[in-house]
């Protein structure tokens, strides 16, 4: 009897339904759970309606609290990141391509190649896919819960000349150690400073065989000497970023002269009967 008074007691001390259910989102709000706390009223209608057990309707709640974190992580990363346009592997037309290993394209897809810190170099003449190929690891690599960032080398070596003068070189340089993969785009394009060569060393040299790179040019190796004004440093970087690497060549036509050589036929066929003789 006693037993039961107490229960009776206790359930009366904790309220009638509408003060629990004030009482959990209080809770719901204390551990900042917004997006539980959102959905609560329609899980619980849900969970009556369709007479799911405690068990199911937790895991319902816990769910949509898991999605949005994991949503806002996921844009937290891809702001981070700097992706300079939209591209994927996905959208990558691998025809244009002939002779890029498909299979090793979709192999660095998955992104195991991030666990064994393995670097990635895309060598080849302007226009063939190096800066989408690039974006497109990168892509992945968000996607699959890695933090990334993109730069050029030019950016990369301007950020890090300024960098030196306002007396930011440590902080600078473990930015750059920070992300799991860490992108350079252009290297060659444009002529780099002089203290560029040792400050993408000293890039190269900290991730070296603890995480990433993948590296667009389109010089090749035996010129990256005469790109970084200093052989020495190129030989010395070049030997930790090949040390475990995939190369990839890329040659064949630019895709941008194909789109205009397309263009320009498009406007040849559109204006070819004017033209023909009578
Ligand atoms: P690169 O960096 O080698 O100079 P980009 O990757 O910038 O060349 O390519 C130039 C343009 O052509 C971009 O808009 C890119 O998306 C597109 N492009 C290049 N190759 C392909 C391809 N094989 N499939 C789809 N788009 C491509
Ligand atoms: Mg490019």
């Known amino acids: 009897m006693t037993t039961t008074s107490n229960r009776t007691s206790s359930a009366g001390s904790r309220g009638s339904a ?3 259910y004030q009482q959990l989102r209080g809770h719901l709000a204390v551990l900042k759970l917004d997006a539980a706390a959102a959905a609560l009223p329609s899980v619980l209608e849900t969970a009556t309606a369709e007479k799911w057990t405690m068990t199911a309707t937790l895991e ?3 769910k949509v609290e ?11 990363r891809m702001r981070f990141a700097c992706l300079p346009t939209g591209a994927t592997l996905a959208d990558f037309d691998f025809d244009a391509a002939p002779g890029l290993d498909q299979a090793l394209i979709r192999e660095l897809g998955t992104c195991a190649y991030l666990e064994s810190a393995t670097n990635v170099m895309l ?11 690039a974006v497109g690891l990168a892509h992945a ?31 600078t340089m473990r930015f750059f150690a920070g992300p ?3 992108v350079i785009d252009e290297l060659g394009y444009l002529p780099l400073p002089a203290e560029a060569a040792s400050a993408l060393f000293q890039v190269v040299a900290q991730r070296y ?43 064949g036509d630019s895709y941008r002269l194909r789109d205009h050589h397309a263009r320009n036929e498009t406007h040849r066929t559109a204006i070819a009967p004017s033209r023909r003789p009578l």
Not at 66 to 76: F, M, P, Q, S
Not at 220 to 236: I, K, N, P, Q, Y
């Open 180 to 182: 799991t993969l860490l």
């Open 66 to 76: 898991v999605d949005a974190t994991e949503a806002r992580r996921l844009a937290g």
């Open 123 to 133: 060598v080849g003449p302007p226009g063939t896919g190096k800066t989408h190929l």
């Open 18 to 20: 509408a003060s629990l």
């Open 60 to 62: 319902h709640l816990l």
């Open 141 to 171: 690599a968000v996607h699959a819960g890695y933090r990334t960032y993109v730069t050029t080398a030019a950016d990369l070596a301007a950020r890090c000349h300024k960098a030196a003068i306002e007396g930011r070189w440590s902080t």
């Open 209 to 251: 065989l603890k995480t990433s790179i993948v590296i667009t040019t389109n010089r090749s190796v035996s010129e990256w000497g005469e790109v970084l004004g200093d052989t020495t440093v190129a030989a010395a970087m070049l030997d930790r970023l090949l040390h475990r690497s995939v190369v990839l060549k890329l040659d």
